[in-house]
């Protein structure tokens, strides 16, 4: 299973643009890139899904270069409540045990 | 979204009895449904594969009589910890995929948090 690094932490103020970068050199050519989202005592949430180039959703983009072997999670124009924990994960379609490496801690202040 | 419910959100129990807490997919089917554990501050780490109808898979260190996983039905998966300790408390988190979608998306429970004294 593709490893994935990620920074331990990030601060930004509301309004900003959020940029996460997620490194996975060993991504498998069957891997997709997934990003979720915990908040305190709760279960990670799906935000975004990609394979290639861009995806883009209502609350985030997924940037993903042609050699695949990172990832950046776009958040656009922060606010307090997105302060939570950032996961990048890679793996099969089917979501099959995927594994966590240790997130990116992202602080929003006002 | 799929909604996968845990019950109960939280525990506490005594040290040595035995704990179960459900993992259900509300709105779908799930042959495969998986368990995780968080300490404070840390990850989600992987702690088994269940499959319904068969043996659960557990991940390397984690003692399968200690952790009894149970996936009888294509909704439910149960998780119980036997005789339990207070190394035991910890966030226990359920995740299921209607495997469907072809986006290999998880659903994740609200978790469960466990306190053992």
């Known amino acids: 299973l593709a490893k994935t690094t990620q920074p331990i932490s990030m601060d930004s103020y509301e309004g900003q643009e959020v940029n996460i970068t997620c490194s996975h050199n060993?991504?498998?050519?069957?891997?997709?890139i997934t990003w979720y989202q915990q908040f305190p005592s709760q279960g990670p949430r799906f935000i975004i899904q990609g394979y290639k180039t861009k995806v883009t959703n209502e609350v985030a983009s997924l940037f993903i270069p042609a050699d695949r072997k990172s990832s950046t999670l776009s958040l656009p124009r922060v606010s307090l409540s997105d302060t939570a924990v950032y996961y990048c994960l890679v793996g099969d379609n089917w979501g099959n045990k995927l594994v966590f490496g240790a997130g990116t801690i992202l602080r929003v202040k006002s | 979204g799929a909604v996968v419910s845990q019950h109960p959100s939280w525990v506490i129990c005594k040290s040595g009895t035995s704990v179960k807490i459900e993992c259900r997919s509300l709105d779908f089917q799930a042959t495969t449904m998986f368990w995780y554990r968080q300490f404070p501050k840390q990850s989600l780490m992987l702690m088994a594969t269940s499959n319904e109808g068969s043996k659960a898979t557990y991940e390397q260190g984690v003692e399968k009589d200690k952790f009894l996983i149970n996936h009888a039905s294509l909704t439910l998966s149960t998780l119980t910890v036997t005789s339990a300790h207070p190394e035991d408390s910890s966030f226990y988190i359920c995740?299921?995929?209607?495997?469907?979608?072809?986006?290999?998306?998880?659903?994740f429970g609200e978790g469960s948090r466990l306190t053992v004294l």
């Open positions: 995740s299921a995929s209607p495997g469907t979608t072809n986006t290999g998306e998880l659903f």
């Open positions: 060993n991504i498998a050519t069957n891997d997709y």
